[in-house]
């Protein structure tokens, strides 16, 4: 039977989209091509011309939409499978004559992930397949020698999901009304990106186990050797990205080979603190051969296994994993391979490499109404207990702890949300803060902190500020088909979009955010623990919600303590 805190079922985007999901948008929402998603009406479409672009491997021919030159799909490396599959990126194969980049590229094998219902219609719908390591731009000006600021998106997912073909990062708005570049991502994934092998394999596989991680350093790379060409300048570069995309900009900040490709980082609800040990990854690399039938000596078969089968052994055994991959599942992500990655990333300090460049980072009010766990109808005294319990770990004593902590900051909030607000923090806003605190304790750079906190009426506004929610505020998308599904319709969305827009692309300007309408944006430190209050009217507070910051931030130090 289906409990009552479970959210809505697991759609499949691919049938959601073919079965007249589009309609949730007025019939506004083009599934399938690049091309299509970029031209979405009419008036659009009459504005369309062709322009060309010279790349390093070839020329390129992109779009011209309304002012602004988009170039989908543009290879930034070769083609991953048969023997190059868990190798690091090759570059791309010259081409002649001019490349059509009208349309997103493969996205990487993955599964459906579960995830917010409102969320699944504005995901990428281009196929899968090895072929997967290609970028998209847009750019107000192509060769007009302008060097514009970059901004290079890695697109959320974790390590295991997602593409740069998502509707909602779009870069038409930001190139157009802020004057930068935009360059969205996509890399190889799960066990196609961070499958570890060189316990098994030898040093042939050494570089397995962050092919993945490698994938964002030639993209880097790429911007660093082409981007002038594109109006973008190559000493300006922010890599900024949500979720997984957050991971993947703090993993960066951490890799040796990426240092002075990128010049500032933002991570939206999203950081890599330690990264995985090589003994975790190997464990799960021989749970996944293990389920395909493989010993240990025949790693070389797994470089020919069909697609198909791998995607279905893991996906077997991701039924069986608990939290954090326990449980028989697996583990893919970034692994501290002494090579690509050298140390954790940011444990117990953060990384000297990058001490120099300027972080932005934040997060959302209730992160965890994105889960489809997470409880969206009320729940009573006992039902938030045994939750708060459950989620924290903890015993009876210290659950109530909690609740009592957190009644007393939020006295206004019920059961439902003071759960979403506690299961929000544990899993993010108290690893925002100590992100936050060691980037700012090496004292070469400012780390400034925000916390996004409109709610969306979606849902009788249940939801509160899930995961993902900021995403077209930064970009600007409210208007995109699909935003609206999980942002709402009402026109005070757009004052906090120019807001936002405006912050994120001045900090790639000049490395601070700011914009008409936003007070004065100091950095964070741990004596000045300075937060911009997103929302509709925006604030910067001084250490916000102190107390339950405190208790959760001890919590994190007394589970690590007990190895929990």
């Known amino acids: 039977m289906k409990s009552k805190h479970e959210g809505p079922a697991v759609l499949n985007r691919r049938s959601f989209l073919s079965a007249g999901g589009a309609a949730l948008a007025g019939g506004a929402l083009l599934g399938g091509s690049g091309a299509a998603l970029a031209q979405t009406g009419a008036r659009a479409a009459a504005t369309t011309s062709t322009t060309i672009a010279h790349t390093r491997a070839g020329r390129v021919r992109g779009q011209r939409v309304q002012g602004v030159h988009i170039f989908r799909g543009i290879p930034y490396a ?7 599959r868990f190798m690091p990126p090759q570059p791309p194969a010259p081409w002649s004559g001019v490349r ?32 997967c390591l290609s970028l998209n731009v847009w750019t107000a000006g192509v060769r007009d020698g302008r060097q514009r600021p970059v901004m290079v998106w890695f697109h959320g997912g974790g390590f ?59 993209a880097l790379r790429w911007v660093h ?74 790693v070389e078969e797994l470089q020919h296994l069909p697609v198909k089968r791998i995607l279905a052994a893991m996906s077997a055994l991701s039924r069986g994993a608990g939290a954090g991959g326990a449980g028989g599942g697996l583990i893919f992500g970034p692994v501290i391979d002494g090579r690509t990655l050298p140390a954790a990333p940011f444990d117990p300090t953060a990384p000297h490499m990058s001490a120099a460049v300027p972080l932005l980072t934040g997060s959302t009010l209730t992160e965890t109404t994105f889960m489809l766990a997470t409880p969206r109808d009320p729940i009573d005294d006992g039902e938030l207990h045994d939750l708060v319990k459950s989620n924290l770990h903890a015993d009876d004593t210290d659950a109530d ?56 009426p979606v849902e009788g506004g249940r939801l509160g500020s899930p995961h993902t929610l900021e995403i077209p505020y930064v970009f600007d998308n409210l208007d995109v088909p699909t935003s609206a599904i999980v ?45 911009m209050i997103f929302n509709d009217h925006c604030e910067l507070q001084i250490d916000p919600h102190r107390d339950q910051r405190i208790a959760m931030t001890q919590w994190h130090q007394q589970q690590s303590q007990r190895g929990a």
């Open 100 to 131: 059509d980049a009208f349309e997103y590229g493969q996205q990487s094998p993955q599964l459906t992930a579960a995830m917010l219902a409102e969320e699944v219609i504005s995901l990428d719908n281009s196929p899968q397949g090895e072929d």
């Open 78 to 84: 070769a083609p991953t499978g048969g023997e190059r």
């Open 401 to 456: 702890r909690f609740i009592a902590l957190y009644r007393r900051g939020f006295p206004a909030a019920d059961n439902m949300r003071l759960y979403q607000l506690i299961s929000t923090d544990n899993w993010l806003t108290a690893n925002i803060a100590l992100l936050a605190e060691r980037k700012a304790a090496l004292g070469a750079a400012p780390v400034y902190v925000y916390h996004f906190e409109k709610t969306t």
């Open 160 to 218: 295991s999901n997602g593409s740069g073909g998502d509707i909602r990062y779009d870069g038409s708005n930001l190139a157009r009304k802020h004057d930068v570049v935009l360059v969205t991502v996509n890399e190889r994934l799960n066990a196609f990106g961070f499958l570890y092998l060189a316990d098994i394999g030898g040093a042939r596989y050494a570089d397995s186990g962050n092919a993945g991680l490698l994938d964002l350093v030639a």
């Open 225 to 298: 050797d082409n981007i002038a060409e594109f109006g973008g300048d190559p000493a300006r570069v922010t890599i900024f990205g949500q979720s997984g995309g957050g991971g993947k900009t703090t993993t960066l900040m951490a890799t040796p080979s990426a240092q002075g490709l990128f010049h500032r980082a933002i991570a939206e609800s999203g950081m890599n603190l330690r990264g995985i040990q090589p003994e975790a990854a190997s464990a799960s690399t021989r749970r996944l051969m293990q389920r395909l039938g493989l010993a240990a000596s025949q």
């Open 487 to 531: 942002t709402g319709t009402g026109a005070d969305r757009y004052a906090l979009a120019d807001r936002m827009s405006s912050a994120w692309a001045n900090f790639a300007h000049t490395g601070t955010p700011g914009a008409p309408g936003l007070p004065g944006w100091s950095p964070y430190s741990p004596e000045h623990r300075a937060v």
